[in-house]
């Protein structure tokens, strides 16, 4: 096969836009498309999908694309396109993704893959069953960051890892004086919006990817801002959770406490940062930094409040380099699909994870509501047999 046809669903939003079209397929596109094991070389083919056919028409120009509709069931019977990809509102999502594994397509989505933990792992199942290979974006593992501090774990750098602290969050504007940088459905829960159901998918894939998987959560959010301005300049009521303030138990013992804000104002390096102490050494990783401290260069801070402390902790710290070059983690993560359905090359981020995500946000909210800590079971598709018995 020398092309493969990728319908591109909701790429006019902003995710399927600047990261899926722009980033990703048009970047491999111009690289002459996606490098396989052999040598060979299989063009991407994109065809843009939305609701809005002007606009739709529009990118089709703008990027030289020829083909482009708002006819999705036309675009999922016909066999010139062998992936469905899904950039949707999240609302939407499910009843689309259902309608591409009844087609038989591959397919590939952004997070959450599902409303409910439920409503998921019915889509893994059912993807199972069809036999057809299946994605979901987990683009913060490919950030430089964190594939650094990938490295670290696995060079042994961290001796026994203790404890994760993350911080993600940013000033995400009323809306009233400035417009808002993110869409308002986000801050509407009857939308699909709130931070835990954006945020705790990633967490559930950073942790269990890179320390081990989540056996507990114990969350609190808030809605701090509880009044907003939409993109047309209406106020609106914003009943989603803006802030979330949670910990969770790993499996091996580690810690990891993360707060998610959209009502923080930044004083860090990055967005995003994460402290890991070991008991050989520490790092503090952000989407493209990260640096060190050894156990052997670590100071010895004594306690007084009687004097101010001159030393200057900011300085105890290595960097620690890329030694490689590190491309946009949404373009990285799209090759080894493309791969995975092109030569069954490995892909574990399937819609299992995608439902694992869609577990620790639902248990998330389920921990705020009842003030608790909330044990996850861990995640399994029903065995066939099961599923046949029942049926019987
Ligand atoms: N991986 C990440 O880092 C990341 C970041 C932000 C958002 N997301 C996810 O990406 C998805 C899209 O988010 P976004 O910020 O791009 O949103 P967006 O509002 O910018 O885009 C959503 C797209 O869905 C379309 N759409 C809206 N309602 C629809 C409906 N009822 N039927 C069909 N299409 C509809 C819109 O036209 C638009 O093309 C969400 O599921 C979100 O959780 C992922």
Not at 53 to 81: F, G, P, Q, S, V
């Amino acid at each position: 096969m020398s092309s493969i046809g990728i319908i591109m669903n909701g790429v006019s939003g902003r995710m399927g836009y600047r990261q899926h079209l722009l980033r990703s397929i048009l970047a491999i596109r111009e690289q002459g498309g996606v490098l396989l094991s052999d040598g060979s070389r299989v063009q991407v083919v994109p065809l843009l999908v939305g609701r809005d056919e002007a606009k739709l028409a529009e990118l089709a120009r703008r990027h030289d694309i020829a083909d482009y509709t708002t006819d999705l069931d036309a675009a999922l019977a016909d066999d010139r396109w062998q992936i469905y990809a899904d950039f949707l509102v999240t609302k939407a999502r499910s009843v689309a993704i259902r309608k591409a594994i009844a087609a038989g397509k591959a397919i590939y989505t952004e997070k959450p893959t599902a409303e409910s933990f439920e409503e998921a792992l019915e889509l893994a199942q059912l993807a199972e069953e069809a036999g057809v290979k299946n994605g979901v974006v987990h683009d913060k593992l490919y950030l430089p960051g964190l594939r650094k501090l990938k490295r670290l774990i696995d060079s042994g750098f961290f001796g026994r890892i203790l404890s994760v602290r993350g911080e993600f969050g940013y000033w995400v504007f009323e809306g009233d004086w400035q417009a808002a940088q993110r869409p308002s459905w986000n801050y509407r829960s009857e939308d699909g919006g709130g931070i835990i159901v954006d945020m705790f998918p990633h967490w559930s894939y950073v942790l269990e990817n890179l320390f081990g998987r989540v056996q507990s959560v114990y969350a609190q959010a808030a809605t701090e801002i509880p009044e907003r301005v939409d993109e047309r300049g209406r106020p609106y009521a914003a009943t989603a959770d803006d802030a979330a303030y949670a910990i969770f138990q790993l499996e091996g013992g580690i810690t990891a406490q993360l707060n998610s804000g959209w009502t923080t104002r930044v004083n860090r390096d990055e967005l995003v940062e994460f402290q890991v102490d070991g008991t050989h050494g520490s790092a503090v990783v952000g989407l493209f930094g990260c640096k060190i401290q050894p156990r052997n260069a670590t100071p010895k801070p004594v306690w007084n409040p009687d004097l101010a402390d001159e030393h200057d902790y900011a300085a105890d710290w290595i960097d620690s380099p890329a030694n490689e070059v590190f491309e946009n983690g949404f373009k990285t993560q799209w090759e080894e699909f493309l791969r995975h359905v092109l030569e069954d090359a490995p892909h574990p981020y399937d819609f299992l994870a995608g439902a694992r995500g869609v577990q620790l946000a639902e248990q998330g909210l389920i921990s705020c509501r009842d003030g608790r800590r909330v044990l996850l079971p861990e995640v399994a598709l029903p065995q066939a047999d099961a599923l046949a018995g029942a049926a019987r």
